[in-house]
């Protein structure tokens, strides 16, 4: 029985679904054989060609392209022009398979292995790409933190839709009435908003990865737009990695979020961290963008990452000023942000370190080392209470008003009030007087 009669012989087989005439009792016992195999890898190519679908054209360009290698590699080449063109998706079976006529179960999983390493293949492609970048980072209804430089600002007012080209692709950030912009010193227009402008922005993320902003932090200076690197997701370490923060999330509840980290060697990558840790971040500086950190397991569950910060006097001071969040010396005047003169030159958003010694509804009142300062929680202010000892529900209620607590606060500036728009809020112990 040559390869070449049961090669023919499935084909037809395949192709009729009928025994062909003239087969003998052991071809079709081979026959039968073969087809349970051929129905197996069927199946096997249907779902990876589903997983293809579903992936990004490149990656799914590169599958294809595996796929034709394999049949063109698998197919005798003698045998090209003797079949019409109509049979070449049985007959590439029928090739492959004949040409393992001692295929057993142990072969068929073979084979259905190196489809579903083709299938992983595809799935590690969307995971490293770079423009699938902001889908791994950009949980939406997660707040988040984030820079680049405006491309484009469209719209009037209160109602504008900024192009944020940022190391996570193009962003489109929503721009509303409740957004609070400032500069190095004071609050701006929100129509203030020019290209090459290089811009903070925290807020929350929308159903479609695009950014409603809570606060925008602008300042003089025009950036050419960085260059987009991919984030790759980081598992396990063996020793603490150290690098620079570019991007922090912070989930709906607190107790968790993503930061992608800068290793200074051309890599970024994407750390999942508790909310402690996130609580770490903030507490040393509002704005945690370029805070250096050693990203460690310590502590933490598999996969998850604790932070230590690494002293200022070996690291490049934070984006938004120095660990001290607190106010500068002298009073608070008007219509300048209490936190004014931290750092010149860069985009930072508002930051204050003191005591809350009161609160009137969604407005508590912060003791500084320099006087008091109200702060209005709004409805989108993410809470991080874990070294409270706080239940977060009796905090935004106000059944408890966390009075006596040290706090840290990152956000916006309302200069007509002379009030900070908190977003976020990090919540320490009592201070016991």
Known sequence: ?????????????????TVPA??????????????????????????VERQAGAAMPAARARFERYIRAAESEARPPAREAIHPPESRRGRSWGGVLAMHRGLTAFGTAALLGSLALVALF???????????????????GDYVQVSGVVASATGEGDAQRVTLSSELGDLNVA???????????????????????????GGLVGKDRSIVASTLAVTSRRLAPGERVGAKQLHRLEQAL?????TLTISSDGKSGQLVLDDGKGNRFLVRISGTAAETLLSNSATALGTRILATLAGEPSGVFSVQIVPESTATPAVGGSPTVGPPSG?????????AGQAPQRPSFVGIRGTIVGREGNVITVETAKGTLQVVLRADTRLLLLESGL????????????????????GGYDPQTNRV???????????TR
Do not use: N, Y
């Open 122 to 140: 595809v799935s590690q492609a969307l995971l490293s790409d770079v423009e699938s970048a902001s889908a791994q980072v950009l949980t939406p």
């Open 391 to 410: 239940a977060r529900d009796a905090v935004l209620h106000g059944d408890s008003p966390a009075i006596g607590h040290r706090v840290t606060i990152s």
């Open 175 to 201: 721009v509303s009435q409740s957004t609070s912009v400032v500069d190095d010193q004071t609050a701006q227009e929100h129509g203030s908003l020019h290209p090459g402008d290089p811009v903070l922005v």
């Open 331 to 339: 009073p608070f005047p008007a219509g300048i942000r209490p936190d």
């Open 1 to 17: 029985m040559s390869a070449e009669r049961i090669e023919s012989l499935l084909e037809e087989f395949l192709a009729t679904g």
């Open 421 to 431: 728009l908190a977003d976020v809020v990090v919540l320490g112990p009592r201070v």
């Open 22 to 47: 003239g087969a003998t009792d052991a071809e079709q016992a081979e026959l039968f054989a073969l087809q349970d195999a051929a129905l197996a890898l069927r199946a096997s190519l249907a779902s």
């Open 242 to 246: 150290d690098g620079k923060v570019v």
